[in-house]
């Protein structure tokens, strides 16, 4: 059925300009790019971000945290000495969130915070620079981490990423059926 909608829409002179999967793309990056996933995925920055959560925009965490080469901020003050793991849902508003895993930053290579569409895509599709992900591989996670499906679910009056986990998935598999284009 999906196909076939593709069809139909190709045979429109505006649409046959858009190659299939970029529709899927930017739903990708519209997830990808919000504060839920990049106040994590920062970089060799040592703060996590605090953007959207109403203390205006590139706001570093407070109370001088610092993730360090750890990410866990082993050298300091620890992630969890607030962000407990623990499977209690969120419902206090700006309370630390808790998941069911060590609360931590991504690995320096993963930052994807500020980086345009063209670039975020280019890094997701190239193993070399993410953690040596294939499509199927890259599903799995998305399926798996506790930090995504937290994202579509973050609870406590936070805003989540668009859409759900299923979209998600079914808009990676489009794009990756479709060779991954990028814009
Ligand atoms: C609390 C921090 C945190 C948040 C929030 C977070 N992540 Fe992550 N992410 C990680 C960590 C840590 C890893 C490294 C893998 C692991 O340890 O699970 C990771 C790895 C990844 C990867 C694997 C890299 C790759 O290219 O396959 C993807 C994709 C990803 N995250 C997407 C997301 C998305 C999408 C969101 C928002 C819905 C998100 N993350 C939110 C911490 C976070
Ligand atoms: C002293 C307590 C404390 C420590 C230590 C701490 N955090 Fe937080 N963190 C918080 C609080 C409180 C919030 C919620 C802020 C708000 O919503 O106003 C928060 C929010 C966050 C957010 C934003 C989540 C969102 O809603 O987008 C991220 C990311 C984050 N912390 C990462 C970390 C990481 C990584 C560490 C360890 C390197 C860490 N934090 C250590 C208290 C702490």
């Not at 069809?7 to 649409?15: G, H």
């Not at 990056?29 to 040592?46: F, I, K, L």
């Not at 050298?75 to 969130?97: D, I, K, Y």
């Amino acid at each position: 059925m999906r196909r076939l909608l593709a069809l139909l829409l190709l045979a429109t002179p505006l649409a046959a300009e858009e190659p299939p999967g970029l529709a899927a793309w930017d739903r990708i990056y519209a997830v990808a790019s919000h504060p839920r996933c990049t106040n994590c995925h920062v970089g060799p920055q040592e703060e996590p971000m605090w953007n959207g959560l109403g203390y205006g925009t590139d706001q570093r965490h407070g109370m001088n945290v610092r993730a360090d080469e750890t990410r866990i901020g082993a050298e300091s003050v620890p992630c969890r000495t607030c962000h407990v793991t623990s499977g209690r849902p969120n419902v206090r508003p700006h309370a630390a969130p808790q998941i069911l895993e060590a609360w931590r930053l991504p690995p320096v290579e993963l930052a994807w915070l500020g980086a345009s569409s063209a670039d975020l895509c280019g890094q997701l599709r190239d193993p070399e620079r993410n953690d040596g992900h294939d499509l199927e591989s890259f599903v799995a996670h998305l399926e798996a981490s506790p930090f995504v499906a937290w994202g579509f679910d973050p609870g406590g009056g936070r805003e989540p990423a668009p859409g759900s986990l299923a979209d998600l998935v079914a808009d990676v598999r489009a794009w990756g059926a479709a060779g991954m284009p990028c814009r």
